[in-house]
């Protein structure tokens, strides 16, 4: 969407300061220039205005957008994807980010875009091994990322701070301190990325030393402590803890273990012998094109692996049925191993409403994206475009580590304050991935010294979660009257 900008014109000191625009067709604004336009886009859409949901009179049905989504997915496994929504109605908000892009299509949009996640709720964000081996704290799924209206991601958080305090049990009033919290850390990291220079927005991360920095103050230390320790034992979630859990020795050789339906074995899908190792061809070469992806010194040490074997895994909410691999190499020896995940990508959620991407390759597409947002990408980050896959139509796939040092916070234990805690690093670390790709200094503008967009998000978490509730409610409706199938505890 293009926004008209009124500007001041700039005075005659702004003018000897503006720097020279140099070759190439990129624009560069004088910081005072970027911080105008963010404060006229108040004019237009103010702060208060976000408060507002209220479904249109012709909303989508929900189940109608899921059913959209299930039809190319793998069929079999969508009762699980709805058992798995039925959980809560958190877990629905998990499962529900088309609903929600279509929501959000309706909402004022700022015109100020940055590289979305498309799916910023408290449980998609947690911790993870960098190159480096430090445990950062960071976004970590992307099967949605596409650019877009900042606030967008901001409000997806906002609502999941709401949905997930009503399930704890949570007061009004603390589930509103709490989101009040997360979205005023957003709005105060924004504006001081947009007084930090470039590099140093670049190279912000958050980890357990920056953590207990910036929230170990009196009062929050033993939340802090709580989440340092989860912090800890992320160290043990990595290759070969995956190894230990998910291999066994068969006739002197290393499988998977297959749990059918969620961990289903290649050989399962093939019976024939003959057919087997056409399929492990197959996806030997999936290595070898998605090798390509990678930067000449990971794609050197990935050659060192061999392929050994290869299952299908559900995982999560919101991606059970698409089609996702994992994948056993191992280097020197049996007690060398690597686990990869390839995880299909399909069209983000939000390219209906926000634009169609410039890849053409959906991997590419996530993998971009990670990588524009994430303070560091696991090493072996890459895509791979699958010409025919088994069931002989093209896929695309992202690759990477299945564990790599892996922390998911446990939201449904959380108590208020640790809560808190939580969503101001989720805001944190939201506003330093949209400070990377958008004009950081117009958004830290626009959103300003004051609470005004902190109250107008709390009002929207609210609205939107009686959307969500009634939306879950929909799909239990849906389920009792026989419209879809859906499988429980799995």
Known sequence: MKMKKKKDEPSSSDKLKSAPAGTGSVHHPLPAERASA???????LPRSDHAAWEPPVERPDPIDLLEAQAATRVSELIPIRYGRMLASPFAFYRGAAAIMASDLAATPNSGLRVQLCGDAHLANFGGFASPERDLVFDINDFDETLPGPWEWDVK?????????????????????????ATVREYRRAMREFAGMRNLDVWYAFL??????????????????KKIETDFELAHTRDNLRAFEKLTRRVDDHLRIIGHPPLVVLM???????????????????????????????RRHLLEQFRLVHMARKVVGVGSVGTR??????????????????????????????????????????VVQGQ???????????????????????????????????????DIETMPPKEMTIYGEMCGWTLARAHARSGDRIAIGAYLGKGDAFDQALAEFAIAYSDQNQCDYQALKDAVKSGRIKAKTGI
Not at 207 to 224: F, H, L, N, T, Y
Not at 333 to 344: A, C, I, Y
Not at 392 to 403: C, K, M, N
Request: proline letters at 2%; glycine letters at 6%; charged letters at 35%.
């Open 207 to 224: 980890d357990a030393e920056k953590i207990q920095a910036r929230w170990g103050a009196a009062g929050k230390s033993r939340d802090v």
């Open 267 to 297: 050989e399962e899908f093939i019976q024939e012998e003959k057919e087997r190792l056409p399929i492990q061809k197959l996806f030997e070469d999936y290595l070898h094109v998605y090798r390509r992806t990678l930067r000449e010194d």
């Open 156 to 180: 997806r958080l906002a609502a999941s701070v709401e949905i997930a305090g009503r399930e704890r049990g949570f007061s009004a009033k603390e589930r509103r301190s709490v989101v009040l």
């Open 38 to 44: 963010g404060k006229a886009t108040r004019s237009r």
């Open 371 to 409: 990588r524009q947002m994430q303070a560091a990408s696991d090493i072996f980050l890459g895509w791979e475009h699958a010409l025919i896959g088994l069931d002989g139509q093209p896929r695309d796939y992202y690759a990477r580590q299945l564990w790599d040092w892996k922390l998911s916070a």
């Open 324 to 365: 996702t691999w994992i994948i056993l190499l191992l280097g020197r020896d049996d007690d060398d191993p690597l686990f990869l995940q390839f995880k299909e990508a399909q069209a983000s959620v939000l390219e209906a409403y926000a634009g169609k991407s410039k890849y053409a390759d959906h991997g590419e597409r």
